[in-house]
């Protein structure tokens, strides 16, 4: 039985005897702003860069990183004072929501989640909506409740290729598996930085 929606921190995963990986372990924030949010994010891959031998090939990236975080910031590319910090869930699909006599009664599957800018909810949070016709309708139904969709984040492109920059600076997947995987994964990141950094000239 499920009294309504609530959300499980690390401390009640713990005591499920469940112990989520570092990936999920960070005191930083609160972040009002998606820049101070990205700049978080980039701390955090330069200590796994540090901790992690694997990764110590791509710390040549996160300067080029930082100086495209300092361009945005200095409204070179985009105004980022339009994409709050808010709960994100990070895998909001169908499979994670409990439904029953006509109404949502909770939402499964936390361990992706926490604060981050609005826009990646959008990017990676409905992974479920594939067909073009239901996410039509979700954003009709967040708009309804005064919420604002990918389309309304002003510069919504940058903020997808930063995102990627970030995610690929550490790839959570290494150290997960085996050294020839770490590899495959550290060479795709590479591609996908050196690519991204090069359409803004970084």
């Known amino acids: 039985e499920f009294a309504g929606p609530s959300v499980l921190s690390n401390e009640s995963f713990e005591s499920m005897g469940l112990k989520l990986t570092p990936h999920w372990e960070t005191k930083q924030g609160p972040f009002k702003r998606a820049i101070d949010w990205y700049h978080g994010k980039l701390e955090l891959a330069e200590k796994a860069q540090g901790e992690k031998e694997a990764l110590a090939s791509l710390r040549e990236f996160t300067v080029r990183v930082r100086a495209l975080l300092q361009a945005v910031a200095s409204g070179l590319h985009v105004k980022e004072s339009t994409d709050p910090v808010v709960l994100h869930h990070g895998d909001f699909s169908f499979r994670n929501i409990m ?29 479920c909506v594939k067909e073009a016709s239901l996410m039509e309708e979700l954003e009709a139904l967040v708009l309804k409740h005064g919420g604002t969709t990918m389309a309304g984040i002003e510069g ?16 959570w997947q290494v150290g997960c598996f085996d050294e020839t995987t770490d590899h495959s994964v550290v060479e795709e990141a590479k591609g996908a930085l050196e690519k991204l950094l090069s359409k803004y000239g970084c």
Request: glycine residues 12%; negative net charge.
């Open 99 to 127: 439904y029953r006599e006509g109404r949502v009664v909770a939402l499964l599957d936390w361990e992706w989640g926490g604060c981050f800018p609005l826009s990646q909810e959008w990017i990676d949070g409905f992974d």
């Open 156 to 171: 919504g492109d940058v903020r997808v290729d930063i995102l990627q920059m970030l995610e690929s600076l550490a790839p």
